[in-house]
Structure formats: C-alpha cells, structure tokens
C-alpha cells in the first residue's frame, strides 16, 4: 500500500512561488506514473500535472502549462511540484497521487479516475 505525504503549500503573493512535495512510500510506485491535482472549494478535482515512466514524460494542465513543472528526485523518493507566476485562481488544497490505473494510456493522465491513492493535501493560497 502507497503512502503519501504532502507538504510546501502555504500563502504567497500572485506572481509569487512555491515549491510542493510528495513523499512516496514505496517509491516503486513511482516508476508508473504519479500526479498532482488541486481542488478548489465548490469545484471538481482537476489533473495539474503528471510524470510517468521514471521522469520520461510530463503532462500539464491548460491552466497550468508554462509556470508549473513537475520533477522527481529517486534519491529523495519524492515527487516535486514547481509552481511559479501564481495567480489567485491557483488558490486550492493540492493532492498528490500514485497507484495508476492503467497499464497503457493513449491522453495524458490527468483524470483524478487514473489513480487509485491520494495523500491528504496541502493548501496553496494566492492573493491579488
């Protein structure tokens, strides 16, 4: 069973950044893909950014595409979420994600229904 723990949000300034982490334990899991999602209140959870096959490939979200990079240090068995140039619209409890579903997939995967473990979030809020 895959536990993940998330930690590096916080409250900045738009136009500001942050670096988020995931903590993955095993880090077997990782060798799949693994991603991150956001939930803002009163809204659907949404794919932000995916890394599969090791580090091999990487998906983003339309919203997020350009001031977000997602990475992974083996060493450190942690998945890493670089968010830079942060707007308001940004503010939301962000979840890592592991245990994929797929064996192949032909979109990227940004479906929250592409995992099946999620860690317990942390809070990025972004103020004008």
């Known amino acids: 069973q895959v536990q993940l723990v998330e930690s590096g949000g916080g409250s900045v300034q738009a136009g500001g950044s942050l670096r988020l982490s995931c903590a993955v334990s095993p880090f077997t899991y990782s060798s799949r893909c693994m991603g991150w999602f956001r939930q803002a209140a009163g809204k659907e959870r949404e794919g932000v950014a995916a890394i599969c096959n090791g580090g091999v490939a990487k998906y983003y979200g339309d919203s997020v595409q350009g001031r977000f990079t997602i990475s992974q240090d083996n060493a450190k068995n942690t998945v890493y979420l670089q968010m830079n140039a942060l707007k308001p619209e940004d503010t939301a409890m962000y979840y890592c994600?592991?245990?994929?579903?797929?064996?192949?997939?032909?979109?990227?995967?940004?479906?929250?229904?592409?995992?099946?473990?999620w860690g317990q979030g942390t809070q990025v809020t972004v103020s004008s």
């Open positions: 994600a592991a245990d994929f579903l797929w064996a192949l997939i032909l979109r990227p995967p940004l479906r929250k229904e592409d995992f099946r473990s």
